[in-house]
């Protein structure tokens, strides 16, 4: 949380890879404009940095979905909007308690973080030139923070 | 171990699957007196407003119940429960035993109670049934009334509207949405679907439904009369517990239960629109009827009929919906009638955007967003977990507020859920 500059790197990136041509410069005139699922956020004690979604081990949001568009890939864990299936009734943008789901501006569908499945690594990640943010399991996280000793990111798991 | 679950709904198919996760042996067997494998309950005014096929509304895969050994009893309804030899009898006559039962019967719309009311064209709105008739109708139909501004009737008249249908609401309260958001909020919201050509009435009721076979129109309360050429009623509804009236099964309003949703009778639970809970808030006995909640439901009595010892935490009123474009959620108490409560609100009624929080003693207890909805979930965890919230009261209506902010006193708090906190480390989360 140290290495966070709120320099909003990462939701530039967050917003070119779920653009359609993912290219920052053409992104920009699409339509729907490509919005980011992550965001910078600052609490009381001035300390920043980005918010997306912890993929819970029992979400609130799969309870939530009228729609069943919202589930857990058993293999992964991780917890997936089936965009084609959202019907934009909020529920899960109500029942977040990181509120890091967001309903798209322009379109009736809910935006969240899904881990970039189609990259390596999350383009977020990429993107930090503090590399404040980390992506691994916990455990590595935890280990190399103890080498380290110091306080360097957030953990998505 | 026969397992009989009746209900397939948002209840029912959560417990199938919390039991069938910890017993691949045992017998399942669920029964429903509708015609379709489970479905989006939520989503039939979508498919009366068109956006939805038939097919989109499925609750699961087309073969769930194949691949999860279900044995699938449809168009059938239970018409008594017998906990003293372990059986249910059928509207056929036929009786089916168990080991463990559980009721996710859901409820029922209530009906207007005037004369005329058996007419051809003449709704609740509840069932797939329920959307498709109503979707015949259309291609003869000019005007429908709608009985019952609440979240149901709106629905039904939002999906009507959006096929060129006149709709018209009738609220026999003074206003739209009376059990669901304030009085503010909810004249907001009206006049935003009048804006959007849903014309809305108040302080009236029916009295009549005139018509030979098929619904005519409707007399009011006030003597006046309407032509329309369907009728909708969405004025509550009530749980379905005809079923065990004649049982040992305690009820009061729906179907008692404990805190592992367990009945009087040991080895039959409930879940769903049928089970009495206790609220968060209030403590008291209470159902609230939402679909977030039967999830909730089915899947901990499912784990604790499969031999678990979960508990449930009570339920929270919480609904969220949107009409035209229009965002809205309600969280907790918001209609606040005695002493005690503390009300602090932001609203910017050209822009239709409004936000409202109800304290009771420095804590949270509920929440009106219209508009600009973001964030709404970092409300419902902060009355979840009933949080002193009095050092950061002034930010809470501020559109910057968000989870940041309060991380550190959610942070603190023990909770019923797993998950990741900032620092990394595994905490429980309410």
Known sequence: MERCLSCRSCEIACAVEHSQSKDLFSSLREEPRPRPRTKVERDTKLRTFPLQCRHCEEPYCIDA?????????????????????????????????????????????????????EREEPACVTACPTKALFFGELEEFKEKFLERKEISSKVKV | MDYLIIGNCAAG??????????????????????????????????????????ENLLLRERNFYKDNSIELILNKKVESVKPENKRIVLSD??????????????????????????????????????????????????KVLIFGGGLIGLKAGYAL??????????EKSPRILSQVIDNDSAEMVGRW????????????????VLGNKKVEGVLLDNEEKEDCQGIIIGIGVRPNIDLIKDSKI??????????????????????????????????????????????????????NMAGERKKYPGSIA?????????????????????????????????????????????????????????????????????????????????????????????????????????????????
């Not at chain 1, 529920?91 to 967001?102: A, D, L, S």
């Open chain 1, 65 to 117: 979905c009228i729609s069943g568009a919202v589930s857990k890939d058993p293999e992964t864990g991780l917890v997936l909007l089936d965009e084609n299936k959202c019907v934009g009734c909020w529920m899960c943008v109500m029942v977040c308690p990181f509120g890091v789901i967001r309903p798209a501006k322009e379109r009736k569908i809910a935006l969240r973080c899904d881990l970039c499945q």
């Open chain 2, 13 to 54: 198919i959560n417990a199938v699957e919390a039991i069938r996760g910890r017993d691949q042996k045992c017998k399942i067997t669920v029964i429903s007196d509708e015609n379709y494998p489970a479905y989006c309950r939520c989503l039939i005014s979508n498919y009366l407003a068109g956006t939805h096929q038939e």
């Open chain 2, 93 to 142: 006559g036929k009786e089916l035993k168990y080991d463990k039962l559980l009721l996710a019967t859901g409820s029922s719309p209530k009906l207007l109670g005037v004369e005329g009311e058996d007419k051809d064209g003449v709704f609740g709105f509840r069932t797939l049934n329920d959307a498709k008739e109503i979707s015949k109708l259309i291609p003869r139909t000019k």
């Open chain 2, 161 to 170: 509207k959006q096929r060129g249908i006149d709709v018209e609401i009738i």
């Open chain 2, 193 to 208: 679907l009048m804006e959007n050509d849903i014309k809305i009435r108040t302080g009236l009721a029916p009295k009549k």
């Open chain 2, 250 to 303: 305690q009820t009061h309003w729906g179907v008692i239960t404990n805190q592992y949703l367990q009945t009087n009778v040991e080895n039959i639970y409930a879940g769903g629109d049928v089970a009495e809970t206790t609220d968060l808030i209030t403590g008291e006995p209470t159902i609230n009827a939402l679909w977030t909640a039967a999830t909730e439901h089915g899947r901990i009595a499912g784990l």
């Open chain 2, 318 to 430: 919480a609904n969220s919906i949107d009409f035209f474009g229009l965002p809205i959620i309600s969280l907790g108490y918001v209609r606040v009638k005695e002493n005690g409560y503390e009300e602090f609100v932001r609203r910017q009624p050209r822009m239709y955007q409004y936000k409202k929080i109800v304290l009771k003693d420095k804590k949270l207890v509920g929440a009106v967003l219209v508009g600009n909805i973001e964030n709404a979930g970092v409300y419902l965890a902060l009355i979840r977990r009933k949080v002193d919230i009095s050092g950061i009261k002034d930010i809470l209506l501020e559109d910057w507020f968000d989870y940041s902010k309060v991380s550190e006193l959610l942070e603190q708090k023990e909770g019923f859920r797993e998950t990741v906190s900032l620092q990394g480390d595994l905490v429980k989360m309410a």
